[in-house]
C-alpha cells in the first residue's frame, strides 16, 4: 500500500543502509524491535543486518551499563555529586551527539576519498551563477560579513532579469492594453481606440529590463561586499573552481547554473526560424502567422500576448489539454479565455517534422485523437516546450554529482549534493522553475 511512498527511503537503504542502521543502533531511544521490524520491509541484506546491528548495540549498551554500574554504587544522595556518576550522565546525554558526528566523519572520508583538500581557503562562500538563486545566495552571505564570490558567465540577473519575468510582464502590460483599448465601447468609453506599433513595444520591453539592471547589477553586488568575477566557472575539486585560468578555493560551494530552453530534434527544424523564450525578444517585426509549439505557462502567456498585439497565434500542444501539471478547471478556463482571445489551439497534435516548401514555412503534425496529418503554415516559430537544467560544461560530470531522471541535480533535504559542502539551487535542482523558489532555497542553502 505504502509502496511508492517508501521508494525512496528503500532506495536510500539499499545504498546507504549500513549507515542508516548504524546510526539508529547508536540512539537507545529508538526501541530495538521496532528498527528490527522497520529495516524487515527494506532491501537491507541479512548479513548486513547482522553484522552492523552487533557493531552498533555494542558501544550504547556499554554506555547504559556504564550509568546503571554508577547507580547501583549509590549509597548516600550526596553520592548523587560524585564525579563518575556525573560523567555517566553527561556520557549518556552526549553519546548519541558524539556517535553521529563520528558517523559523518566517516561517510564525509569515504565522499571525498581521492580528493586533496586544501590547507587555506581563500573564500567562505563561491556561488557559480549569478540568477536569482545565485544573487540570493550570495546576498545572504555577504549580509552576514562570510567572504563570498559570485561567477557569472553571462548576463547578472539571469534569465529573470533578462528573458523570463522581467520582459515577459513587460510584454504582457502592453498586450493587455491594447486587448482593453478594443473593449472601449463595452466599457462606456467613447473614441477609444489604438494601433499597436510592435517594435516600439518590444523597445520598451528592452528600457524596462534596463530599468531594473540595476538592481542585479555588478556595481550593486560590489557595493554590498560580494567579490563578482565574471568568467566562465569549472568546477575542479569539492573546493575548487577554475575561472579565466585563476583557480578560486573555496570553504563552501553554491551551484546556480539554472536552465534553458528545451529544442527538440524535429526533422526540418533547422530549415525555419524558430525562436525560443530566450531569443523571442530580439523581434522587432511582428509575426502575421506565429506558431508556438507547446502549452505550458510559457507558451500559454506569450501566444495571449502576441494575438492580442496583432498576430494570428496557432498554439500546438500534443496533450489533451494546457497546462497539464495543473487542475483541469484551470485548464479549461485558459483554453476558453485563449479562444476567446483568437488564438488557434490545437490540442492531442504531435509535431513530426518541418519543411520549407516555395519559401513557405510549413509544420507537418498528426492528430493523435483520430491520425489524420496536418499541416500548418506560419511565418515564424516559437518553441516553449519546457526547459532542461544547465548540467554539463563546468564540473558535474568530473565530480560525478548524480543526476535525476528529470535531468535536474540531485540534492538532499538541505540541497546538499553527494559533497555536504556543495549545494545546488533554482532551475537546476527544481523541482519548480520559479524565480520565488530559487530565491528560498538560495536562503535556505546560504544559511
Known sequence: RFGKRLASID????????????????????????????????????????????????????????????????????????????????????????????????????????????????????????????LVSAYIAAAVKARVGLVEKHRMGG???????????????????????????????????????FAAVMQRVQRVIGDIAPHDSVERYTGLGVEVIEGE???????????????????????????????PRIPGLEQVQAYTSDSIWTLRERPRWLLVLGGGPIGCELAQAFQRLGSQVIQVE?????????????????????????????????????ELVDGEQRMVARRLDTGEQVTIAFDCLLLALGRVANVSGYGVEELGLRLRDNGTLETDEYLAT?????????????????????AHQAWYAAV
Open 11 to 134: 532506495a536510500g537503504i539499499e545504498r546507504e543502509g549500513a549507515f542508516y542502521l548504524f546510526a539508529l543502533r547508536l540512539v537507545p531511544l529508538f526501541p530495538f524491535f521496532l528498527i528490527n521490524l522497520a529495516m524487515g520491509l527494506t532491501r537491507l541484506p541479512l548479513r548486513t543486518f547482522w553484522w552492523v546491528s552487533q557493531l552498533g548495540m555494542l558501544p550504547g549498551t556499554l554506555v547504559y551499563v556504564n550509568a546503571g554500574r554508577e547507580l547501583g554504587q549509590l549509597e548516600t544522595l550526596g553520592g548523587i555529586l560524585s564525579p563518575g556518576l556525573l560523567g555517566a550522565f553527561v556520557l549518556l546525554g552526549l553519546f548519541p551527539l558524539l556517535a553521529r558526528k563520528l558517523l559523518e566523519l566517516i561517510k564525509a572520508r569515504r565522499v571525498y576519498a581521492g580528493w586533496k583538500k586544501p590547507k587555506r581557503f581563500q573564500r567562505n562562500l563561491l556561488v557559480i551563477g549569478a540568477g536569482a538563486g545565485g
Open 233 to 263: 566557472a569549472k568546477i575542479t575539486s569539492p573546493w575548487t573552481v577554475e575561472v579565466n585560468g585563476e583557480t578560486l578555493s573555496s570553504r563552501n560551494l553554491i551551484i546556480a547554473a539554472g536552465a534553458r530552453p528545451l529544442v
Open 159 to 197: 534569465d529573470c532579469l533578462n528573458t523570463g519575468c522581467v520582459p515577459s510582464k513587460a510584454l504582457l502590460r502592453s498586450a493587455k492594453l491594447a486587448h482593453e483599448l478594443k473593449k472601449g465601447e463595452a466599457l462606456g468609453l467613447r473614441g477609444v481606440s489604438g494601433e499597436v506599433d
Open 418 to 438: 553527494r559533497f555536504p559542502n556543495i549545494y545546488a539551487v533554482g532551475d537546476v535542482t527544481g523541482p519548480y522553475q520559479l524565480t520565488h523558489v530559487a
Open 318 to 354: 500534443m496533450a489533451e489539454r494546457l497546462l497539464p501539471r495543473e487542475d483541469d478547471d484551470a485548464s479549461d478556463a485558459l483554453l476558453a479565455g485563449l479562444r476567446a482571445d483568437g488564438v488557434d489551439v490545437r490540442l492531442q497534435h504531435q509535431a513530426e517534422r518541418f
